[in-house]
């Protein structure tokens, strides 16, 4: 796959067919890294939506009794809706029963759809690292994991701005949310400032690793000079840091295959007025970008929330000779 578009045929199609709860695609392929993207909507599907039609008396009975059953969709039709990726059947996998009943905390689940928990807008609800993490560390990655969403403004998950920076889906480990990156412009800004072209950028770019560098030296020499917990402060203070700095080292030593992969957005999705399905497509550029130059092997992905508000999608009502 050498491009973008070969890249989207392959994995965003196959993870949004998985669109029940979050999607998940690893792709194929013994030489290459995997990687996986989760896909997150406020409303998902019925479980029903996702059955093939052709299913045996038998297995259609099994089924609807939420009884265990697999069968190879090789000899299988799938629902209509999803013809577009009949030729992809080969790596597809539809999985059911994953019910996020034992999670619920009401009308949304928070962290608990990705860690199985049952999980509230508090971060100390937050019972263990959501699986994307977990596939993370088994899949290492300069950038670790990548988050984007097209935020509520209200209700849902983090509300407030559509283009800030607020806790996502997506856990770190027990107590700790991730962050999503709302714009895709930030986004794009963030993890590819490296390799930036902007002379303004570069000068940004050098001083925050000296600051990083200065901050660090600075708090492992303070906590040499303290005990216990204000020494054990100190010290976790010193060590995030320099994982940081750690971190930015590695993408710094790729920084011929970033500048190969840096997203070409247009002008119209680096507006600051940004429609919804401008925005989605934007992130999906920066989400294919990331993953294509190896920056993280491991992106996450909200599609959209109960809360966010959806622009430019035109209704037009029907007239009395279309009513009957």
């Not at 295959?257 to 992130?283: C, F, G, M, S, W």
Request: include cysteine.
């Amino acid at each position: 796959m050498n491009n973008r578009r070969d890249f989207l045929k392959h994995s965003v199609l196959g993870a949004g067919a998985m669109a029940l709860g979050p999607g998940l695609f690893a792709n194929s392929g013994s030489n290459t890294p995997k990687r996986f993207i989760f896909m997150h909507r406020g409303n998902g599907l019925f479980p029903k939506s996702m059955v093939p039609p052709t299913l045996s008396p038998q297995d259609l009975a099994r089924e609807q009794k939420k009884e265990p059953f697999e069968v190879d969709l090789d000899n299988h039709e799938l629902p209509d809706w999803m013809n577009p990726l009949n030729s992809h059947k080969n790596d597809l996998t539809i999985l059911q029963g994953l019910s996020g009943k034992m999670c619920t905390t009401g009308h949304h689940s928070w962290c608990s759809a990705l860690g199985a928990f049952k999980a509230n807008e508090r971060p100390s609800s937050i019972k263990w690292a959501t699986i994307d993490f977990e596939l993370a560390k088994l899949f290492p990655s300069p950038m670790e994991h990548i988050e984007l969403a097209c935020f509520p403004t209200s209700g849902g998950n983090a509300r407030g701005s559509l283009d800030g920076i607020s806790k996502g889906f997506s856990a770190r480990g027990s107590q700790q949310p991730n962050y999503a990156f709302g714009s895709p412009k930030g986004a794009m800004e963030e993890l590819f400032k490296s390799v930036s072209s902007k002379k303004e950028d570069q000068v940004q770019y050098e001083l925050q690793r000296r600051l990083l560098a200065f901050a660090g030296e600075n708090q492992a020499s303070l906590a040499k000079e303290l005990a216990g917990i204000e020494q054990r402060k100190l010290t976790n203070y010193a060590d995030s840091i320099n994982a940081i700095r750690g971190r930015n080292e590695k993408v710094e030593a790729m920084g011929d295959i970033l500048r190969q992969h840096v997203p070409q957005l247009d002008e119209k999705y680096l507006a600051e007025d940004l429609n919804t399905l401008d925005r989605q497509r934007a992130h999906a550029e920066v989400l294919l970008s990331a993953l294509i130059s190896g920056l993280t092997n491991v992106a996450a992905f909200t599609v959209d929330e109960l809360g966010h508000p959806y622009t430019c999608l035109l209704y037009t009502s029907p007239s009395p000779r279309d009513r009957g």
